[in-house]
């Protein structure tokens, strides 16, 4: 990978996934664990039931384009595999 590569991908990580803007906030926080809960049912995730992860949020400045991560996927994947396997 050349340095022009390696600083594209740091760029394009900075850009709305959608729109390509530049106006892309990364990880802002948006749930703690202690308010955040994971019912697991055969074959669906549904939310409240127990706390296993906590949420951050990226947010597109210009279209609105969002999206979430579970800060502790693992304990989300192992809680729905004990009633999904």
């Known amino acids: 990978m050349t340095q022009s590569d390696e600083s594209k991908g740091q760029s394009r990580a900075q850009a ?3 729109c390509e803007s530049r ?3 990364p990880n802002l926080p948006f749930a ?3 308010s955040v809960y ?3 049912i055969r074959g669906a995730l549904r939310l409240p ?3 296993v992860t906590a949420f951050t949020t990226s ?3 210009d279209c ?3 999206e979430f ?4 996927y693992k304990a989300v994947f192992e809680e729905w595999r004990k009633y999904n396997s």
């Open 16 to 18: 709305c996934p959608k």
């Open 23 to 25: 106006h892309w906030m």
């Open 49 to 51: 039931s127990r706390g």
């Open 38 to 40: 994971v019912c697991v």
């Open 64 to 66: 609105g384009y969002s």
């Open 69 to 72: 991560h579970a800060t502790d």
């Open 59 to 61: 947010i597109c400045g």
């Open 32 to 34: 703690p664990k202690s």
